[in-house]
């Protein structure tokens, strides 16, 4: 038998065993004929597969496919150009220089409703699977205060986020079931209106990152089933700057710094024969998931009566080259595993006209994807995106209320060398509510 689980995150316990059918399978991922364990190289170790596919997981379920830049509705009405916007208490994410715009109190909150579907066919034209439709939703919540030239302002948001569910039976199911993954973040952040054209901005992140993993364990002659999970909290930051050359022109920049998220959790299996006690055994894990650096460039033009928004993001995802996993038992050797990861463009185009007290926009979209071929997997069909977003905002008393549609389409991606062979496909829509109110208007 083994030994009792250690204690788990609450969310990795609301995937109990007793959640499984009878007869529910389990098993390990899709392995290269050698891994590099502990240094050496060791044949087919179903147990090395297991955890690299498992713990890699929450670095890959960062990359874009994952990360919600929906974190204001008149934002992603214009598919999220806001690196030049001022004035909006959501800069606390966006760009921390365009608090420096404020007058006086503002406040935002919404949420952001995601449903991502994917497909994973056979090269060998055998059966094609679809992931179960799931529903995610993140929220935002911003609040400003100005003073004079200085503004401070505070945020709550889940920049990254998701999951996808596979169905029982799938041939993918030794490299995934279900996945769940989140990010909270809590933000602080001030800004200096330097001059009337120019302000400066930084803010400070703390971040909360989980992630449940359930998968199935190929153990010869019977499957098993493997609960993978962790959470841990990181510190962040970021820089940002907006300048105004002219009446009808602004600029914007905004930096965020790295953060290393050190993740501790707990590895549970099921259904394993006497002759593998030994080597899938419960046990506590831990690793460590950097968030990537990123910079972005906005610009805004007033052209009456439009206003058009270019941003241009460019994300280091070239820092996760490789990835290491520490097990707490001695008889568990510790895996480190390649990832080659490259830097990845980003291009979002919005434009938005007033009629009145409603305003109509709309947006494009081209993201490009980090991962190669070569580690694609069912957990993140990770592929170039192209998107398209419309939106409308209406005053409302003292409020406003700001809605947003967004579809995302990936492109179709095959995988390659020793990544479990599929053709992936996948697509996301989504639909953002946000309410803002500010005493300007007052």
Not at 335 to 360: I, K, M, Y
Request: contains cysteine.
């Amino acid at each position: 038998m083994n030994r009792a689980a250690p204690a788990l995150p609450p969310w990795l316990d609301s995937a109990a065993p007793d959640e499984a059918a009878p007869g529910l399978r389990v098993s390990l991922g899709h392995a290269p004929c050698s891994e590099r364990i502990g240094g050496r190289s060791r044949p087919g170790s179903p147990f090395g597969s297991l955890v690299l596919a498992a713990l890699l997981l929450p670095a890959s379920s960062l990359a874009g496919g994952f990360a919600v830049s929906e974190q204001d509705a008149a934002a992603s009405g214009r598919m999220g150009t806001a690196v030049a916007r001022p004035g909006s208490a959501s800069s606390v994410h966006f760009n921390p220089a365009g608090l420096g715009e404020l007058r006086g109190a503002s406040a935002l909150a919404g949420v952001t409703a995601i449903i991502p579907t994917a497909t994973a066919g056979d090269p060998a034209n055998g059966p094609s699977f679809s992931s179960s439709p799931s529903l995610r939703t993140p929220p935002h919540a911003y609040a400003a205060l100005s003073v004079g030239p200085a503004a401070v302002g505070v945020g709550f948001n889940a920049p990254f986020g998701g999951g996808l569910r596979w169905p029982e039976g799938w041939r993918g199911r030794y490299e995934l079931v279900e996945m769940k993954l989140e990010v909270l973040a809590g933000h602080l952040a001030a800004a200096y209106r330097v001059t009337d054209q120019l302000s400066l901005g930084a803010g400070a992140s703390l971040y909360r990152v989980g992630v449940m993993l359930d998968k199935r364990v190929d153990l010869v002659d019977r499957d098993g089933r493997a609960l993978l999970g962790g959470s841990g909290v990181g510190l962040g930051g970021g820089l940002g700057l907006q300048y105004a050359p002219s009446p009808g022109a602004r600029l914007g920049l905004a930096a965020r710094l790295p953060s290393s998220v050190g993740l501790s959790g707990g590895a549970h299996f099921e259904g394993v024969p006497p002759s593998f006690n030994q080597v899938l055994i419960d046990q506590p894990v831990s690793t460590s998931v950097a968030l990537p650096a990123k910079l972005a460039a906005g610009a805004e033009l007033q052209l009456a009566p439009v206003r058009l928004f270019a941003d241009v993001e460019y994300t280091f995802w070239s820092s996760f080259q490789s990835f290491e996993v520490d097990f707490s038992d001695e008889r568990t050797p510790d895996v480190s595993q390649p990832r080659n990861w490259a830097n990845a463009v980003t291009v979002r185009l919005g434009a938005e006209r007033d009629f009145g007290l409603t305003t109509a926009r709309a947006g494009l979209l081209f993201d490009g994807a980090a991962s190669p071929a070569e580690t694609l997997s069912p957990s993140l069909p990770d592929s170039v995106r192209l998107g398209l977003s419309v939106g409308a905002g209406r005053d409302i008393g003292p409020v406003r209320a700001d809605l947003a549609y967004q579809f995302i389409s990936f492109l179709p991606r095959e995988s390659s060398g020793d990544a479990f062979p599929a053709q992936y496909a996948a697509s996301a829509h989504l639909l953002a509510l946000s309410m803002s109110w500010s005493s300007q208007g007052l």
